[in-house]
């Protein structure tokens, strides 16, 4: 299988990994088939997303979508956030192979488990915000 030098590189080197203590959201995502598990941590400070941290018990590209997810999203506002998807992931890493799409798919309902769960935490429905997360994916 070809991994491109980004995905080895953040493979390798993951950046934010780790947990945020009293994180503003925290979500957890995984798939079904390959049993990979996703945790991602926002800390969130006036609708902007100030640290991004997450733990990967994944393959390569897990690790490397993760990573590549947190730097896309830290900084950033919660709606830049929301608009984070698999594609601009897998384009960021200088793509994946077809059977590690799914992989991507893990990081961006990863980072939106977590905004769920940081609406929820302040009594605010997710839904209309953040759509429907599936905790298993099941591809
Ligand atoms: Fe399942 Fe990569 S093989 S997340």
Known sequence: MNYSEKVMDHFINPRNVGEIKNA?????VGNAK???IMKMYLRI???TITDCKFKTFGCGAAVATSS???EMIKGR?????????NSAVMEALDGLPPVKVHCS???EQAVKAA????????G???????GKVPEMEEE
């Open 24 to 28: 503003d959201g925290i979500g957890e």
């Open 34 to 36: 390959c049993g990979d």
């Open 45 to 47: 400070e006036d609708e």
């Open 68 to 70: 590549m997810a947190t």
């Open 77 to 85: 506002s919660i709606d830049d956030a929301l608009k984070l998807t």
């Open 105 to 107: 798919v893990l990081a």
């Open 115 to 122: 905004l769920t769960d940081y609406y929820q935490k302040q």
């Open 124 to 130: 605010i429905d997710p839904e209309p915000i953040v």
